[in-house]
């Protein structure tokens, strides 16, 4: 049996009757396509729930977004109406904390 690229979307299959047993050939590709069958709709599968999963964190990073954007925003309205920087303090203490935990955490 010979496989020659006739172009890149199909293969010429020769086979030769003396040499090769032609239904043992084609029980031989037919279990090769019920392999990658298998492995495409494995394949499916996966992207399914991998797309289920990205559009989850999507929504849970779209959810953080308006949360931090609406506390931002009530933290502007309270700094500029006590007039003080106590709240800029403690705003920045907890962005240090906050960085140092994490560092902690990530690297030892």
Sequence with gaps: M????????????RIDPIHADVDEEITGLRSQVRRLRNVAQEIEVEAKSQNAMLNQLDMTVMKAQAWLKNNVRRLNKSTIQSGSNHVVHVVCFALGFFFLVYFCLKFF
């Design 2 to 13: 010979t496989h020659r690229r006739v172009n890149p979307d199909e293969i010429q299959l």
